[in-house]
């Protein structure tokens, strides 16, 4: 079964500290993995995506195949971060996504 | 990128009645799905809105609660019929457009949906 789980509903942290947002999945295949982003009163956008290997906004993330993780990174948080957050993933050749639960991010000066 | 709109944007609906949903792409996309996000929770799909044909629904959505219409390549209606509280969420359309090598998803602003 296709499945995603993010752990943290809402994880908390200071201005200029890391971040980590886990994601772990569950696929029998080779997925593609994505992290989205909503801010306040925003849709729903694209962060980024594994095949990519680019950081954006200063985001990383590292596909695990062993540990079946996708974990969002960034070493300096800043307070335009805070956000909801949610990982996904999709078949090859783009299927439908599935979704974790999404992390809310608070980022306080 | 692709411009999507949905109409309404928010609805308080009473129990026992049905609401449409629209949304409309700003070009041709051969790919759109319906999500719905009910309160707390993430985004689950619902269907994926084929043009010309019956559109495909996922396990647990049929088509008689949520019957989809996709008359083009730009627009889609989802409804949600006869409604009852547990049918409060946010639906959201979204469509795939190709990128360099890869494809990418993009999300409506959503819909907001009370029911009463």
């Known amino acids: 079964a296709q499945r995603v789980t993010q752990p943290e509903k809402l994880l908390s942290v200071f201005k200029g500290a890391p971040v980590e947002l886990k994601c772990n999945y569950s696929y029998s295949g080779s997925p593609e993995l994505f992290w989205y982003v909503q801010y306040s009163r925003q849709r729903l956008q694209l962060l980024l995506r594994h095949i990519s290997r680019e950081s954006i906004k200063g985001f990383t993330a590292d596909l695990n195949k062993g540990e079946t993780s996708f974990h969002l990174k960034k070493p300096f948080a800043q307070e335009e971060d805070s956000a909801m957050y949610y990982c996904a993933l999709s078949g090859t050749g783009f299927q439908k996504l599935v979704f974790g639960t999404g992390t809310r991010l608070l980022v306080s000066p | 990128s692709a411009v999507i709109s949905q109409k309404p944007s928010r609805d308080i609906c009473q129990r026992g009645t049905s609401l449409t949903i629209q949304c409309q792409v700003d070009s041709q996309v051969t790919m759109m799905f319906w999500y719905r996000q009910q309160p707390g929770q993430s985004l689950t799909l619902i269907a994926t809105a084929n043009q010309g044909s019956e559109a495909t629904y996922e396990s647990g959505f049929v088509i008689d609660k949520f019957p989809i219409s996709r008359p083009n390549l730009t627009f889609s209606t989802l409804t949600v019929s006869n409604m009852s509280p547990e049918d409060s969420s946010i639906y959201l359309c979204?469509?795939?457009?190709?990128?360099?090598?890869?494809?990418?998803?993009?999300f409506g602003p959503g819909t907001r949906l009370t029911v009463l």
């Open positions: 979204s469509v795939v457009r190709e990128g360099l090598g890869y494809n990418e998803q993009f």
